[in-house]
């Protein structure tokens, strides 16, 4: 089961992503997970939220460019290669990951973020391998 992750360009600039955080925050959007890669120019902030489609229409609203993107967040168990396991799954099954980045959302939970751009075909052989895939609904519970 995929759910919506907000990417934004943002100017490789003091205080821009504080201002994209500002807000987020001033329209209650609750960031779960973040991931920063930028260059000398612009850089790319990919976010898990409480709600990526608002985040994203208020940020564009005010002059920003968002975007979002449908993602995997793959539940991990806690034991030595278990992530390892899971993606030599997917490497079986000729899926590519485009990017991969943390979540953690409980003491005893450990979550992995993973875009492809082959969405169903991961969908189906997450799902009959029995790899555990966070929902919508629990992400918004969060």
């Known amino acids: 089961m995929t759910v919506k992750q907000l990417s934004v360009f943002i ?3 003091r205080g821009r992503l504080g201002e994209v955080l500002h ?4 329209k209650d ?5 973040m991931s920063l890669a930028d260059t000398s120019e612009f850089g ?5 939220t409480n709600d990526a ?3 994203c229409e208020v940020l564009n609203s005010l002059g920003f460019s968002g975007t979002v993107t449908n993602v995997f967040i793959i539940k991990l168990p806690h034991v030595a290669g278990a992530l390892q396991n899971i993606l030599e799954i997917i490497s079986a099954n000729d899926i590519d ?3 991969a980045y943390g979540m953690s959302v409980e003491a005893n939970d450990a979550t992995i973020v993973v875009k492809t751009s082959q969405i169903e075909k991961a969908e189906k052989v997450l ?3 029995g790899i555990g895939t ?3 609904e629990e992400l918004k519970a969060l």
């Open 11 to 13: 100017e490789n600039r």
């Open 23 to 26: 807000v987020l925050k001033e």
């Open 29 to 33: 959007v609750s960031i779960l997970s």
């Open 44 to 48: 790319l902030l990919r976010l898990i």
């Open 53 to 55: 489609d608002k985040g």
């Open 97 to 99: 990951i485009e990017y």
């Open 127 to 129: 799902a009959d391998n």
């Open 134 to 136: 966070m929902s919508p």
